[in-house]
């Protein structure tokens, strides 16, 4: 047709056979339009039913990965008690110098240290005004633990700046008064 005459018979027969073809496609558009939309229909479910298989493994990959980090955690807890419970008793040198090292540790460091012992202790008051600490009197777990993370405190502030002043200074100060007192009992009592 866009090449021949519109008298010509070439020209005619397209022209016949374009009607036709429009009076059929007319028929058939119908169910071509419900096939094209059912088609959308079903790949939209299938990415909905994907983003729920995504979601259903990557939920099942972090409750996997939950499960394992807790059986860690057991097994940690574990070695954890078997080291301490295999170590040597702390020495009176090494529990005077832990208690000079807790003299040293700042408020918020000397709280946890505090909370440590309060841990196999439940009785032990870490909020009162004064807080006496037999070092004697602890269990070699905690004696261990204390001595671990007073070591890891101090070196933490000693890699800080050190041009800040302590708020709790007093506080600090009347604990190692009341360390270097308990200790200095043990001492006279010694033979």
Not at 74 to 79: H, I, N, V
Not at 85 to 101: F, Q, S, V
Not at 120 to 138: G, I, R, W, Y
């Given at each position: ?30 169910k071509v339009e419900s096939e094209e939309k059912r088609q959308k229909e079903e790949e939209s479910k299938g990415v909905l ?6 979601e259903a493994a990557i939920a099942k990959l972090a409750k996997d990965t939950d499960d394992e980090l807790n059986q860690i ?73 204390l001595k671990f993370f007073v070591r890891e405190a101090l070196e933490r502030q000693a890699n800080a700046a050190s041009g ?28």
């Amino acid at each position: 047709m866009k090449y021949n005459d519109d008298e010509n018979i070439v020209h005619l027969l397209a022209k016949s056979l374009l009607e036709k073809f429009e009076e059929k496609w007319r028929q058939f558009l119908p169910k071509v339009e419900s096939e094209e939309k059912r088609q959308k229909e079903e790949e939209s479910k299938g990415v909905l039913a994907t983003n729920t298989s995504r979601e259903a493994a990557i939920a099942k990959l972090a409750k996997d990965t939950d499960d394992e980090l807790n059986q860690i955690n057991k097994q940690l807890e574990e070695l954890r008690k078997m080291v301490v419970h295999r170590c040597r008793k702390m020495t009176t040198d090494e529990k005077r110098k832990l208690g000079a090292g807790l003299c040293h540790l700042s408020p918020d460091d000397l709280n946890k240290a505090l909370e440590i012992v309060a841990q196999d202790n439940p009785s032990f008051q870490t909020k009162a005004e004064e807080v006496d600490l037999d070092m004697d009197a602890q269990s070699e777990t905690t004696l261990w633990r204390l001595k671990f993370f007073v070591r890891e405190a101090l070196e933490r502030q000693a890699n800080a700046a050190s041009g800040k002043m302590d708020e709790n200074a007093k506080r600090k100060r009347e604990i190692c008064n009341a360390l270097a007192k308990t200790a200095s009992k043990r001492i006279k009592k010694q033979p």
